[in-house]
């Protein structure tokens, strides 16, 4: 629900005095921005860990059924926005090197270009996943 406490005037520049409901506050609209950027910085580190509790780690089922579904082969490319974590695109490049693998490897072809990207916004969004990458057995850097 937005609540504005006075009437925008389109022909100035001049800051706006509006507020919206931010939580249990009311703040001026002009801070929102910075104020769910906050939230969402706050939360990345623990981001699965929120997701497992609040679905009971049914939201891991359903990634592997998006996967599956899609059936990611060879040479096929993603682009996973609000990609998140980018456990979506690392799952998708793990299921088509399975499947590059059960079709005799790699032959020799090396891709310099990665088979999906994530996009995702903020600061804390996009070094989440790095982190957990070189903690993980995922594929080399560069290609989620």
């Keep these: 629900m ?3 406490s006075k009437a925008p005037n389109i ?3 001049a800051p706006s005095d509006k507020t919206i ?3 249990f506050e009311t703040i001026p609209e002009a801070e929102k921005r910075e104020r769910v950027k906050g939230v969402f910085d706050s939360v990345a580190s623990n981001y699965d860990l929120m997701n497992d509790a609040m679905s009971v780690g049914i939201h891991r089922i359903w990634k592997n059924m998006t ?3 899609l059936n990611p082969q060879p ?3 993603l682009l996973d926005v ?3 974590t980018g456990d979506i695109a690392r799952r998708f490049i793990k299921a088509a090197d399975e499947v590059r693998a059960r079709r005799g490897g790699w032959r020799g072809a090396k891709s310099t270009s990665p088979p999906s990207r994530s996009s995702r916004r903020g600061a804390s969004s996009r070094t989440c996943p790095s982190r957990r990458r070189r903690r993980s ?3 080399p850097s560069g290609r989620a």
């Design 67 to 69: 996967i599956t579904r």
């Design 11 to 13: 022909m100035s520049d």
């Design 75 to 77: 040479g096929e490319r």
């Design 137 to 139: 057995s995922s594929p």
């Design 82 to 84: 609000a990609g998140g």
């Design 2 to 4: 937005r609540r504005v």
């Design 21 to 23: 409901d931010f939580g």
